[in-house]
């Protein structure tokens, strides 16, 4: 797939905190179109090898009535960003990038493991995505990094709102009874209420939603494959 908008490679924290600033001006909160015609949900995650600088990243698209894996893509590349809290997309989305090059068919929507508005800046990952490809996306991440939130009902579905300050970001969603929950944040072309809603149809039967738990597989195995040959070079 084509990408919409142009990947930027800041060379210095500087750079990228401006390219963030630049990006929120162009975030939309808001679902675009009908969620009941969306029929596929893309995960996407990458998995890092510090020692050796290179990291995979993995796209996987599943069907959100059957959770069946329908396509997936994996790249490997050098990581080209340090490790900066708040600019994780720097070091990330080269690789995503080059994953979805490989992609013949758009998702409905892109479902990513991290942040989309609960972001200092309002642009973590999934909303660097969206406006990147300008699909609507949005983020499901296992821990409140950045905002407090009142600890949900036990009942699977039961939420409460991540907030900063007054402000709500996101919600933190209950996907199976008594189960730790995730946390879900708008990215873009997607609110709250529907990203909680698919996040739960996607995770069905486990905490984690579908789309991240093949995502993550596939990008650790792609990047144990690659290892040999990155370390002969």
Known sequence: MELAGELRHP?????????QQRLRGLVRVGTAGDVAEWRT?????????????????????VEVS????????????RVEFPYVSGLLAFRELPAVAAALRRLEREPDVFVCDGYGIAHP??????????????????????????????????????????????????????TQAG??????????????????????RLAARFRLPETTRVADRL????????LPSAGAG
């Open 66 to 77: 059957s959770l069946d894996v329908v396509a997936s893509v994996t790249a490997v590349s």
């Open 11 to 19: 060379q210095s924290v500087e750079d990228a905190v401006a390219e």
């Open 121 to 174: 800046r309002r642009v973590g990952l999934a909303s660097h995505l969206g406006v990147l490809t300008g699909i609507p996306s949005f983020g499901v991440a296992k821990n409140p990094l950045y905002f407090a939130c009142d600890v949900p009902g036990v009942e699977r579905g039961s939420s409460s709102p991540l907030l900063d300050g007054a402000e709500e970001v996101g919600r933190a969603l209950r």
């Open 179 to 200: 189960v730790k929950p995730v946390y879900v944040s708008p990215g873009h072309l997607i609110g709250a209420y529907d990203a909680c809603a698919l996040t739960l």
């Open 219 to 226: 990008c650790r195995s792609a990047l144990a494959d690659a």
């Open 41 to 61: 949900a893309a995960g996407v995650d990458v998995a890092y090898d510090d020692e050796s600088g290179v990291c995979a990243a993995a796209v996987a698209v």
